[in-house]
C-alpha cells in the first residue's frame, strides 16, 4: 500500500511544476483528498452500505468542491488539479495515470427522463489511460475517451475519441492525432491539454 501512496505522489509531481514537495501534495491537493475518500466510499458501496457511500462523497464534497459518486471506478494515479467544479457520475470508469482538470463533467444525458429504467445502465463515460480533460470540459454519454487523448479546455464531448486523439471546440473535433503514446508522462504533457502547435 505504501508503494503504491509513494506512485500516487511521485505521478503528481512528474505532472505538475506546482507540486513542490509530499506535504503540500497531502496537505493542500483537494483532488488527491476526494480521490482518496471516494476509495474509502467505494469500499462501503460495494459492501452495500449505498447511503453511507452517499453521505461520505457528500462530505467529501463539501470539503473539496470535488464529487466523485461511490459507483464511478478508478484506477491509479488520478490526478484532478485545482479539483473545483469536477462531477464523475455513477457508472464512469477512468483509467491509470489520468489527469482531470477544474469544472470538468463526466456526466449521463437525459437523467431526468424514464429514470427508472437508466438503472444499472451504462450512462457516464470511460476514459482510458493516460487521457488528459481539459478545464471545463464536458464529458456526455456513455462515450469513451481513447487512451492518452486529450480534450482541450470547454470543449463539450458527446462522442467517442480515439487512442491518441486531440479534441476542442462544441461539439469536440479531432484536430491531432498523434502516432503513439508517449513513454514519459512529462515528456509530452501539455497543462491543458492542447498547445499553439495543435490547431
Known amino acids: 500500500m505504501i508503494s503504491n501512496i509513494n506512485s500516487f505522489l511521485d505521478s503528481i509531481k512528474s505532472r505538475d511544476p506546482a507540486a513542490r514537495s509530499t506535504l503540500s501534495i497531502l496537505l493542500a491537493y ?3 483528498k476526494a480521490v482518496f475518500f471516494h476509495f474509502v466510499a467505494r469500499f462501503f458501496y460495494l459492501a452495500k452500505f449505498e447511503l453511507l457511500a452517499r453521505v461520505i462523497s457528500q462530505v467529501t464534497r463539501f470539503f ?3 464529487e466523485i459518486h461511490p459507483g464511478a471506478k478508478i484506477g491509479k494515479n488520478l490526478f484532478i488539479d485545482h479539483g473545483m467544479g469536477v462531477v464523475i457520475g455513477e457508472t464512469s470508469e477512468i483509467g491509470n495515470n489520468v489527469t482531470i482538470y477544474h469544472s470538468v463533467t463526466l456526466g449521463g444525458v437525459s437523467p ?5 429504467s437508466q438503472i444499472n445502465v451504462k450512462r457516464h463515460p470511460t ?8 478545464s471545463g470540459a464536458q464529458l456526455l454519454g456513455p462515450i469513451t475517451i481513447g487512451r492518452c487523448a486529450r480534450v482541450g479546455a470547454n470543449s463539450v464531448v458527446t462522442e467517442d475519441v480515439p487512442d491518441f486523439a486531440t479534441v476542442m471546440g462544441i461539439p469536440a473535433k479531432v484536430i491531432k492525432i498523434n502516432e503513439a503514446c508517449p513513454d514519459g508522462e512529462k515528456a509530452d504533457f501539455k497543462p491543458y491539454a492542447v498547445d499553439k502547435n495543435e490547431k
Do not use: C, R
Request: glycine share 16%.
Open 30 to 32: 483537494p483532488g488527491v
Open 64 to 66: 473539496t468542491g470535488v
Open 112 to 116: 431526468s427522463i424514464d429514470s427508472q
Open 127 to 134: 476514459i482510458k489511460d493516460q487521457a488528459v480533460i481539459g
